[in-house]
């Protein structure tokens, strides 16, 4: 009927505390686990937020010296302030012509950005209703508010390389324009006839150019291109 003695002088008031026995033993492990999945939760929710939109990226290299920003983009000082590089224009382009930049890219970095050569915009307005920072416009899909609000570029013609001013034919320009007769008109043997003021430089001409180096090139209105 008489209590046990511990083993060792105060082992016993050292496990009622959580010490250095097996209960103190199996809570010091308990703890550090607990703080471990803490951590790799956290870690998680970080790789979640910042890594894994970087895979998007393009990572070729650190980006094109001459470039569009999606339409509805504000001017490139206020685009790069605004601009929180979420991905999410790109991830609603249904032409897939909005790229990002790379790490390396500066001030550029992980902001979108399109190379009409590669690929051009199909006006269709949607990247900018879903900017949640407002780096890219809302613009509706009507003549009018394109007109008044992209300013993505404007293009530039070169004769001696068009073909059609060259003793053949082409109009390949003119039937992509989504403008067509508004910002491209078609002359004789299909010349293309370029009305500047109501150029969106949506880069469709350039894109399907057949001539190499295209004839036809959309300049951004930013001082930003080589």
């Known amino acids: ?111 979108p950005y399109i190379v009409p050569r590669e690929q051009g915009c199909m006006l269709c307005m949607k990247c900018n209703h879903v900017c949640p920072s407002g780096a890219l416009q809302p613009v509706e899909r009507e003549l009018e508010d394109i007109q008044a609000k992209v300013k993505m570029g404007r293009a530039v013609l070169d004769p001696n390389l068009c073909y059609s001013y060259n003793m053949r034919t082409c109009g390949v320009c003119y039937r992509a324009c989504p403008l067509q007769d508004v910002a491209l008109k078609i002359g004789m043997y299909e010349r293309p006839i370029l009305i500047a003021e109501n150029c969106v430089g949506c880069g469709n001409c350039e894109r399907i150019c057949y001539h190499y180096p295209q004839a036809i090139r959309v300049i951004p209105f930013d001082d930003r291109s080589a």
């Open 1 to 111: 009927g008489s209590r046990r003695k511990p083993l060792v002088a105060g082992d016993g008031a050292r496990r009622e505390r959580g010490g250095t026995g097996v209960v103190g033993t199996l809570a010091q492990r308990l703890r550090t686990a607990v703080g471990r999945r803490r951590f790799l939760k956290h870690l998680a929710l970080l790789v979640a937020v910042y890594v894994l939109p970087l895979l998007r990226w393009n990572t070729a290299a650190a980006g094109p010296s001459r470039f569009l920003r999606p339409p509805g983009a504000l001017s490139e000082t206020d685009f790069l302030e605004k601009c929180i590089r979420c991905g999410l224009c790109g991830d609603v382009c249904p032409n897939q012509c909005i790229n990002y930049f790379d790490l390396g890219a500066g001030r550029n970095a992980g902001t």
